[in-house]
Every structure is written in C-alpha cells, then in structure tokens.
C-alpha cells in the first residue's frame, strides 16, 4: 500500500485530469438540470457543446501523457477506462440537450424536476469518489459511496418506469409520445452512465487495496 501511494504521489497529472474531467461533467449535468427545472433559458443549451470539446480536450490529453509515461500509480488500462467513462457522461448529457432543442414544443408541460434532483445527486457523488482516488480511500468508503450511487440510480429507474407506464395510458400524439420517450430513455442512459463511472472507481480501489 506504501509503495502505491509513493506512485500516487508522482500521479498527481492523471488525478488533477481525472478530476477535471469530473468537474467539467458537473459542469455539463448543472447545465442541464438548470434548463429542466425552468431556472435557465433554452439559449443556455450551447453550453453543451462547449463542455463536450472541453471534455474532448482532457480525454486527450490523458491517452498523450500515457503514451509517453513510463510508470503511473493507476494502471493505464484503469486511467484510460475512467477518462473514456467520464467523457460517455458529458456526450449523453450533450445528446439530451440537442434532443431537447428539437423537441421542446412537444414535450411543454412535462416534469422533469425528479430527474434532475438524482442526476445532480448521482454526480456529486461521482466527483466524491474520484476526488478520494488521490488518498485512496478505504475500500468501505468506496463501497458506501457506491452502494448511495446504485441507490441513486433505483430511485432514477423507479421514476422512469412510473413516467413510461403513465405515457403508454396517456393517449398522446404519435410526436408527442415519441418525444417523451426519447428523453425518458436519454435520461436514464444518463445516470446509468454515471453508475458506469462509479464501478470503475470501485474496482480500482479494490484492486489496490
């Protein structure tokens, strides 16, 4: 455990961009729950793809510095796996929002306040578990972290599969339906996507504890 935190500490490049990547995917996710709560207007919907070039940007970065690294703290396969999982997050955050553009006049009226409270809270909890990777924390911290995201995500599935059930009885439009669908569907991609994150972090914590 020594010698590894000896390599963290020699690390600190990879985490810096491990947790900027995290930032930058709060950043994007704060964007749009601002937009579905009605807080921000739809010309804030650009943001999105700023944040996915930005993010881009850093996932770069990272294969470079790998490439040319001898040694890290990490494994590379683990740096490269999280990267790519955070970058997943912002491009599904940046696909609901082009979607939402699109659609905005169908889907009028329509709540999407509890899904943003989890997917904010999910996220959290993501910048939580990966801010710890520079101690690395205790496998039980790690774990309790996880077991909030899993929990997190029921909570997002429960209200999706209530929000589908009520659209299948409504008796909506074609386009109207579809629309709906569509975001329900990206919505929950969108937090699965964030217990993707939360795995990875998990795993590599055990593996190195």
Known sequence: MFSLQRLLAKDDVFLDLLEAC????????????AIL????????????????????????????????????????????????ALYKLVKTTEKFADRYRLVNDLVQGVDFKPQAVLIEEAVSILGEMIRDLRKLPPLERVKELNDRLEATEDAADKVVDGLVRDLYHANLPPGKFL????????????????????????HIVLKNS
């Open 37 to 84: 709560r009605g807080d921000a207007d739809m010309a804030k919907l650009d943001v999105f793809l700023g944040s996915e070039r930005r993010e881009r940007k850093l996932l770069k970065e990272i294969e470079e510095k790998l490439v040319r690294t001898f040694i890290t703290g990490l494994e590379r396969e683990d740096i490269e796996a999280l990267s790519r």
């Open 22 to 33: 995290a930032d930058e995917a709060k950043t994007s996710v704060k964007s749009l729950t």
């Open 179 to 202: 629309a709906r669908k569509d975001l329900y569907d990206l919505l929950e991609k969108l937090v699965d996507r964030c217990r993707d994150v939360g795995a990875i972090v998990t």
